[in-house]
């Protein structure tokens, strides 16, 4: 029985109405398709379309049915084709010919895109949670290295010496801005689509904007036609998790590099690492490889969706249908990823000694031509000049930390007794001056505003 064999007067053959069966996946929505459907039922008593009685047994039935599900999960199963069918069944089947009232006025189309909605404005937060915790564990990392250096890498050959907290901070930052789009995706998805029908409206006189108000939406979709077929929402939220992938899989790249004997930046937790079945010496850092790879997954998940879209006509079709897969594997990547990524990076200790012995040494070139420039050499020829420094200094296997001031002033008489303090990884951070550089003063307000923004973002965090 479906909602509509009615209309055939022949079974359906099982490799068709198998395939379009959506049961399997789609009883994740059973707590948001209940939920809507007591605030429809709740509006039809309102518009006097079904009589007072018939609504208070389909509101308490409803309600039945919905603790019965959230204290079994196993109860949430049947030969159902949907679970929009699935609680109808069971509300016919508990209050008997009052359930047959309930989807008056109202399709499926609509019902399945505001439980979506709802699902995701009840599920991103946990999302967002996760996100959160992860840059907490930054902020940590940056708390607990304190004034060790490290260098900056620009296409990955080492650039300026930088904060180790100022590097835990970058990652933050992008984290940061995920939140701000976990956000977005939600807000795209608050609006109520019930009213819209199967794709011209409803001919029953319902409030939405009590509906709206009892699901605590703040608005009404603007079209029922575009009701029908707009997921949009669900696009914004692939992106969301796609690019939150993105971000993961670069903090896990610089992680499996930094971790790795050649840099040896950090020594990864044996709680977080794995080993070979063959090489006893082996320490892999298995999860950060997982992490990256499971990026491509999500991303892909956006693409496959987006093409789903792109070739439908306005109104509902069932390609549609494809939505919650996605929806739902992108979730559990993200969220999975993300406690992996929590699990590495707040047992990460930092070897200071070896990072900072990297952001020693050639790496400070530019420092010293802001040197010079500070005696007033023209940038453009301070490059020259020390760029021939860096060019003998190479050639005989040495840095500016071994010049004798003579051989400074044989680069340039420009270059004075305090050249050399000039000319250290320490001097080179304490040297920046804005807000956004690795300063040690500015990034101790970077820190702390980082932490007032955890506070508000994830009270329950602090
Ligand atoms: N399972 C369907 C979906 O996910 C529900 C809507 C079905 N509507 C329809 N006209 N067949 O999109």
Redesign the pocket.
């Known amino acids: 029985m479906t909602l509509w064999s009615g209309r055939f007067d022949v079974a359906s053959d099982p490799a068709a109405f198998d395939f379009g069966v959506?049961f399997g996946f789609?009883r994740a929505l059973f707590e948001d398709d209940v939920t809507g459907s007591i605030a429809w039922a709740e509006a039809l008593g309102a518009a006097g379309v079904v009589s007072d009685e018939d609504t208070r047994a389909m509101v308490s039935g409803l309600k039945a049915i919905l603790e019965e599900g959230r204290y079994d999960s196993s109860y949430v199963s049947g030969p159902d084709e949907?679970i929009?069918s699935f609680v109808e069944r069971k509300l016919v089947e508990r209050i008997g010919d009052a359930g047959r009232r309930l989807h008056t006025g109202r399709?499926?189309?609509e019902?399945?895109s505001l439980d979506l909605r709802l699902y995701l404005r009840r599920r991103i937060p946990a999302l967002q949670g996760g996100v959160a915790a992860l840059v907490a564990a930054c902020a940590d990392q940056a708390e607990r290295a304190g004034s060790a250096l490290m260098p900056a890498y620009t296409h990955l050959r080492r650039a300026q010496p930088v904060l180790v907290a100022h590097y835990f901070l970058c990652h933050a930052a992008a984290l940061r801005r995920d939140h701000a789009r976990l956000a977005t995706a939600a807000e795209e998805a608050d609006a109520l689509t019930l009213g819209s029908g199967?794709v011209a409206g409803t001919s029953y006189p319902v409030d939405t904007t009590r509906i709206a108000r009892a699901l605590g939406f703040s608005r009404i979709v603007g079209n029922s036609m575009d009701a029908s077929s707009d997921r949009d929402f669900v696009a914004s939220f692939l992106y969301a998790t796609s690019l939150a992938m993105v971000h993961l899989s670069r903090v896990a790249e610089d992680l499996v590099i930094f971790t790795g004997e050649e840099h040896g930046f950090f020594d990864l937790a044996d709680a977080s690492a794995t080993g070979s079945s063959m090489m006893p010496q082996k320490k892999n850092p298995d999860p950060l490889e997982l992490v990256r790879g499971k990026a491509g997954r999500a991303i892909g998940r956006l693409t496959g969706w987006l093409v789903t879209m792109k070739g439908l006509p306005s109104g509902?079709n069932?390609d549609?249908?494809e939505?919650?897969e996605a929806v739902f594997d992108a979730e559990a990547t993200l969220a999975a990823s993300v406690a992996a990524a929590h699990a590495v990076v707040s047992r990460l200790t930092l070897n200071a000694e070896r990072t900072e012995r990297a952001a020693s040494g050639l790496l400070l070139a530019t420092d010293v031509a802001d040197y010079l420039v500070s005696r007033g050499m023209p940038f453009r020829r301070a490059h020259e000049v020390v760029g021939a420094m860096v060019r003998r200094l190479l050639a005989e296997g040495r840095d500016f930390s071994t010049l004798t001031l003579e051989q400074w002033r044989e680069a340039s008489d420009m270059f004075g007794a305090d050249a050399p303090r000039a000319a250290t990884a320490l001097a080179s951070v304490q040297a920046r001056r804005t807000a956004q550089s690795t300063n040690p003063e500015a990034v101790r307000k970077a820190l702390d505003e980082c932490r007032a923004w955890l506070a508000s973002a994830n009270p329950q965090s602090q």
Do not use: F, M, P
């Open positions: 959506s789609d949907d929009h399709s499926r189309n019902q399945v199967a509902y069932k549609l249908q939505d919650k």
